[in-house]
């Protein structure tokens, strides 16, 4: 399974930009759809999370400005980030769960990381 990020950028502090991330591949089902983040000389962290049934989680640092979302038929997922930081500067990465059809499978699979700048 494959997955294809996009939609970072450079963008002002107060701005906002719209991530995205769709797999590829003979998915059979998705349990899990997160989006990590990690700063230059920082540990990688979740920022976002949605599962199967739609319940969503958010690190507290993004909660009440990033909205994670997903599209089942596409089996991709999204994160709305608004009121953007400086702090929220980082490369983030999207990680999806599931199952493939050739003997069901498990997989983990990442995509390849999209920057994210924001600036004072």
């Known amino acids: 399974v494959q997955l294809q990020a996009s939609g970072g950028g450079l963008v002002q502090a107060g701005g906002s930009l719209r991530l995205s991330c769709e797999a590829s591949?003979?998915?059979?089902?998705?349990?899990?759809m997160g989006w990590y983040r990690q700063a230059p000389g920082k540990e990688r962290e979740l920022a976002a999370f949605i599962t199967s049934v739609g319940r969503t989680n958010y690190a507290d640092s993004v909660k009440g400005r990033f909205t994670i979302s997903r599209d089942n038929a596409k089996k991709a997922v999204f994160l709305q980030m608004d009121r953007l930081k400086p702090e929220d500067t980082s490369v983030y990465y999207c990680?999806?769960?599931?199952?493939?059809?050739?003997?069901?499978?498990?997989?983990?699979?990442w995509g390849q990381g999209t920057q994210v700048t924001v600036s004072s």
């Open positions: 591949g003979s998915i059979r089902s998705i349990n899990f």
């Open positions: 990680n999806i769960k599931g199952s493939v059809y050739a003997g069901t499978r498990p997989f983990d699979s």
